[in-house]
């Protein structure tokens, strides 16, 4: 079983484009994915650190949504630059970005 030193999942869930729910896949999660993965392979990373596709991580309206583990922090990851920030500084240097990490309606009342 391999054991990864971090673990990014991408929400790729496409739904009808009428569904009130929305979706990653239209917020250009493709993109972000493919900016993980070419990120990873491009730094020698592969077999350290791992990007997968998910499907819904129920984080529909915060989307595009990621999620880096172990640490189980969540990012809204709108551009490929974004995704290329998370890696240098989060998966890499080990601090997460704090400017991309999900705002949902919970944690904006968060005073931290
Ligand atoms: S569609 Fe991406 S979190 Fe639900």
Known sequence: MPHYEKHVFICTNERDPGNPKGDCIHKGSAAIREAFKKGLHERGLKGRMRANAAGCLDQCAYGPTVVVYPEQ?????????????IIEKHLVGGVPVERLIMRTAENKKDPK
């Open 73 to 85: 922090v969540w990012y809204t990851v709108p551009t490929p630059a974004d995704a290329e920030e």
